[in-house]
Structure formats: C-alpha cells, structure tokens
C-alpha cells in the first residue's frame, strides 16, 4: 500500500492520510537536521500516524496510511524509524515542547500548530 488512501470522509470515519500530509512529512525531513521518526499504531480515534522529531526536538505529526508507508518514507530518506509505542519519545521532544509553551507558543506542541 503507499503513502495515500484514496476515499471520502464520512462523520465517524477515521480521516486518512492526504498528499498534503505526506508532502508535510517530507519538507520536514527536508529542512531539519537530525529528523527521526515515530511510528504510532491506529487507535479507535486516530489512523496510523508518524511524528518526525528534529536534532533540536522540534516536532510535527501526520497521518500515513499503514506501517508500510512509514518504513518507505524513512528509507527513502534515510531517517530511523521507532516504534513510539515501544521506545516511547526523545527527551528533546518534550523540552521543546516546554520551551515553547514557557516562551508564549503554541501551548498544544507540533511545529505545524496541529493539536497533540
């Protein structure tokens, strides 16, 4: 399966993954240093998502289609790929996180101003 999932939005259907998210995903990759990736399974609220992580712990999540599409997006530009349910998020993450919130930012995380 790819990066997208083709299909209409219905009320009480779980939204998937768009081009604009897989384009996010990828300029973020593109104009940070030091990105890794953090797989995070569907839930009963959520499709499968990535949140990518920054060298300095800036962060953005998005949706992808399944797993698959997740480890092709890594590969292809050679970032690693954890498993967040496993490994849990960097310490970074949160300290930007913190900093933001302490400097008048977005109190809700992410670089992209998308709710965590």
């Given amino acids: 399966m790819g990066l997208l ?3 209409r939005n219905r009320p009480g259907t779980l939204r998937a993954a768009t081009s604009g998210d897989v384009d996010h995903l990828r300029e973020f990759i593109r104009s940070r240093q030091g990105v890794e ?3 995070e399974p569907r839930t009963a609220v959520t499709d499968t998502t990535v949140v990518l992580v920054a060298a300095d712990g800036e962060w953005t999540r998005r949706r992808v289609s399944d797993t698959h599409a997740a480890e092709s997006l890594a590969k292809k530009h050679a970032i690693p ?6 490994v849990g998020y960097p310490q970074r993450m949160r300290d930007w996180t913190a900093r933001r919130k302490e400097s008048g930012g977005r109190s809700f995380g992410g670089s992209d101003g ?3």
């Fill in 37 to 39: 990736a953090y797989l």
């Fill in 5 to 7: 999932r083709r299909g």
């Fill in 81 to 86: 790929l954890y498993d967040a349910v496993k």
């Fill in 114 to 116: 998308v709710p965590s």
